[in-house]
């Protein structure tokens, strides 16, 4: 991923934005990590940016949040964020399949960028390089990520023709 955001669009065409977090409270120490780094890494690129943060109880209720996000607040790009520590059985493989397809849905249907931040780990060392470290912090990459969508939406926008009435 792209540790620069573009350059070549004003700041000012993107005031008024909005992005927003889906962050779960489980492995809470993990997520708030990523949380932390996103938002500081969204305040350097986007300082006048909106970022209202949803919190819900794990990786698996985060695509229903996101879908909600997306209908009814339409923001221009949606952070989901979760931290899934792999098991000994299967299950984890199961939620990380399940959220992953269901932000892709949502982002499709709605065409609001979601960038996918829900982690998938082998342990707590891993979980702990990718959420707290600062070298990689993917929280941090989350936040340029969705920056970069919000541009990228805007200069479409800007591109197209205007809608016409029938």
Not at 8 to 21: E, N, P, Y
Not at 26 to 32: A, I, K, L, S, T
Not at 80 to 95: E, Q, W
């Amino acid at each position: 991923m792209s540790n620069d955001a573009p350059t070549d669009i004003q700041v000012s065409a993107l005031r008024g934005k909005t992005i927003v977090f889906v962050a779960s409270l489980y492995n809470e120490r993990f997520v708030d990590g990523l949380l932390d780094a996103a938002l500081a890494e969204l305040s350097d690129l986007m300082p006048e940016a909106a970022a209202p943060v949803f919190r819900v109880p794990g990786a698996f209720e985060i695509p229903v949040c996101v879908r909600a996000v997306s209908e009814r607040l339409r923001p221009d790009a949606i952070v989901a964020l979760g931290v899934i520590i792999r098991g000994k059985t299967a299950h984890a493989d199961l939620v990380a399949q399940s959220v992953t397809a269901s932000l892709q849905e949502t982002a499709t249907m709605h065409l609001i960028p979601v960038i996918h931040e829900v982690l998938l780990v082998e342990d707590e060392d891993q979980a702990t390089r990718r959420t707290l470290g600062t070298e990689i912090n993917r929280g941090a990459e989350a936040a340029r990520a969705a920056v970069n969508m919000v541009e990228l939406f805007h200069k479409l926008e800007s591109a197209l023709p205007p809608k016409r009435s029938r």
